[in-house]
């Protein structure tokens, strides 16, 4: 258990759903991340949110579309998804001070998507 | 860019010590190695990092040589469990996103 948790584990969603990953983290911390890990691929960041600010999408389609509430919690809602966007989702976060981030990351066991 | 370079993959008998090495020969002085690692079908883990000197925590020692052109991660006693992918990174410490590579994937055999 690293405090980080994310549901579902697994998703089967076709292209025209909609549908949403959860990520919790249970640390305190104030930074928060989706990742994606293609089949054969290095972990690709996606989001970063800090103080529930977003601070960094790396040229992400905007079929996703992150959410952060407050600094516990951030969703990745999903919408007319691909194939291709098939993959392990996975959620970190980390105890940023001020504005410097990307410190020690604790992550979530991901979400296993598969679209259809 | 891959910043670091390491073997893709390792064997280690259990019990024995599993030392993981990389190569990090264009690192700049204030960019730290951090390494994870990742079990099948779990998200990764923060292992260790450091900066010039060698650091030593419950899971893991870090060996950063001299110029800092290449490291060793050090499993002192390997377990079936230790079986997973090792990444090693160099990044700005709280500055740097972690860009992971393909990483070693080392394997335990009993």
């Known amino acids: 258990e690293t405090g980080v948790t994310q549901t579902p584990r697994h998703l089967v969603m076709g292209m025209t759903n909609k549908k949403s990953l959860k990520c919790e983290q249970h640390?305190?911390?104030?930074?928060m991340y989706w990742y994606k890990q293609s089949a054969k691929k290095p972990l690709e960041l996606m989001f970063v949110y800090s103080l529930e600010e977003r601070v960094e999408n790396n040229s992400v389609p905007s079929r996703f579309s992150p959410e952060c509430p407050n600094s516990s919690h951030l969703f990745l809602h999903l919408h007319t998804l691909q194939p291709e966007d098939s993959a392990l989702y996975l959620c970190?976060?980390?105890?940023?001070?001020?504005?410097?981030?990307?410190?020690?990351?604790?992550f979530g066991p991901g979400t296993r998507l598969t679209v259809l | 860019d891959a910043k670091t370079t390491q073997p893709p993959s390792m064997d280690c008998a259990e019990g024995r010590a599993a030392n993981l090495p990389c190569n990090h020969s264009?690192?700049?002085?204030?960019?730290?190695v951090y390494w994870y690692r990742q079990i099948h079908s779990q998200g990764p883990q923060y292992i260790i990092h450091g900066l010039k000197n060698n650091e030593t925590n419950e899971m893991a020692s870090l060996i950063i040589t001299e110029d800092r052109k290449s490291s060793t991660l050090i499993l002192p006693h390997a377990t079936l469990r230790d079986t997973a992918v090792y990444y090693c990174?160099?990044?700005?410490?709280?500055?740097?996103?972690?860009?992971f590579g393909t990483g070693t994937r080392l394997q335990v055999f009993p």
């Open positions: 640390l305190g911390h104030n930074a």
């Open positions: 264009t690192i700049s002085g204030n960019e730290y």
């Open positions: 990174i160099v990044s700005r410490n709280n500055t740097d996103k972690l860009i």
């Open positions: 970190a976060s980390s105890q940023g001070r001020a504005n410097k981030l990307y410190n020690e990351q604790f």
